[in-house]
């Protein structure tokens, strides 16, 4: 019953090196989302999937790239990582747009040195 | 414009005390839906509640209620009896029928004591 995976859970980069955080789901959910969580302002939206194959730009896109060539696999890629997006990062999944429930990956905690 | 807004950044209570957990909210839009959630120190993000703005009746579950008034744009939410384990952060949520984006809190950080 693994619901929302994330790998990795934990990654410390140098600035400027790249990285893909991979978010998986086996719940046949239409909907994905990334979203990065810093201290004492919530969650803000990165990127959202509304199906396969289709993305679209959150509230704070700039710097990410996402990909969701396969249902199940919500992929948010850093080209060149900044100290700025230092972040716990959650991807998670819903069956409706916006009146179903979100389910929740445990998060990746990403350091930028 | 819309926003969430949770005032309490933090509330520390002696277990057993009830607490309750204020969210107001701005829209425009007639309709829309409300959320919980739960983010225990593990980290996890839990679903706890939805409400469409067509429903304002109060919902109780177990220890929790929630009130939802459209007249003062509020979705408040309510432990009674509360215990150690309802230590947490709790995001409020509001989704437009218009957007897809969820729009979150700032979360309230609780503390319980024992």
């Known amino acids: 019953n693994a619901g929302v995976t994330q790998t990795p859970k934990f990654r410390v980069l140098k600035t400027g090196q790249s990285m893909t955080l991979l978010c998986a789901q086996d719940m046949n959910h239409e909907y994905m989302y990334w979203y990065r969580q810093d201290p004492g302002m919530g969650l803000r939206l990165i990127h959202y999937?509304?199906?396969?194959?289709?993305?679209a730009k959150g509230e704070v896109p700039d710097g990410y790239n996402v990909s969701r060539l396969k249902k199940q696999n919500f992929l948010l890629g850093l080209e060149s990582a900044a100290p700025s997006q230092t972040s716990v990062y959650f991807c998670?999944?819903?069956?409706?747009?916006?009146?179903?429930?979100?389910?929740f990956g445990e998060g990746s905690r990403l350091t930028v040195l | 414009a819309q926003k969430v807004t949770q005032a309490q950044t933090e509330i520390s209570v002696v277990e057993k005390e009830d607490v309750t957990l204020d969210c107001v909210y701005e829209?425009?839009?007639?309709?829309?839906?409300l959320f919980w959630y739960k983010q225990p120190p593990s980290g996890e993000l839990v679903f706890l509640i939805r409400r469409n703005s067509f429903d304002e009746q109060n919902e109780i579950s177990g220890r929790y209620s929630w009130n939802f008034q459209k007249s003062t744009s509020s979705f408040n939410f309510t432990i009674t009896a509360s215990q150690v384990v309802d230590s947490a952060v709790y995001f409020c949520a509001l989704v437009m029928d218009s957007n897809y984006q969820l729009i979150w809190g700032a979360g309230t950080k609780l503390i319980i004591k024992p």
């Open positions: 999937s509304v199906g396969e194959g289709t993305t």
């Open positions: 829209t425009r839009d007639t309709t829309y839906y």
């Open positions: 998670a999944s819903s069956y409706s747009s916006r009146a179903g429930e979100l389910f």
